[in-house]
């Protein structure tokens, strides 16, 4: 993950004011990942959007096990945004580069924002 993904990602307010990080995770999925999913499963004829939106809720399948079954959300967050990283830097297409790029700078900024409190 890079700059450029730094500059374009913005996490949504109800994840940034949420009580702690697992209130924080499961608004970001909820009101993000699953939205962008829903909107870019819907082009069928275009394939980055298409893949776009498989990968987002592929990403919001993995923070809500995080969320419902672990105790230390913290610890296996920063190991989800790892293995984010691994797929960014082992994207083939633009859109794996593009939303793990995305998807895990803002998590960053979560665990970030959460942190500081």
């Known amino acids: 993950m890079n700059e450029f993904y730094f500059s374009k990602a913005a996490v949504p307010r109800s994840a ?9 995770l499961r ?6 990942l699953l939205k962008v999913a829903d909107v870019c ?5 275009d ?4 893949e776009f939106g498989f990968l987002h809720r592929r990403y919001a399948n993995m923070l809500l096990m995080v969320t419902e079954a672990i105790q230390d959300v913290d610890y296996l967050t920063k190991s989800v945004i790892t293995w984010i990283e691994e797929d960014f ?13 995305l998807v895990g700078v803002e998590l960053l900024k979560i665990v970030e924002s959460k942190n500081k409190e």
């Open 16 to 24: 940034r004011q949420a009580a702690d990080l697992r209130e924080g």
């Open 27 to 32: 608004a970001y999925v909820t009101d993000r």
């Open 41 to 45: 499963l819907q082009h069928e004829s």
């Open 47 to 50: 394939p980055y959007r298409k």
């Open 89 to 101: 830097n082992g994207a083939m297409t633009g859109a794996q580069r593009d939303a793990a790029g």
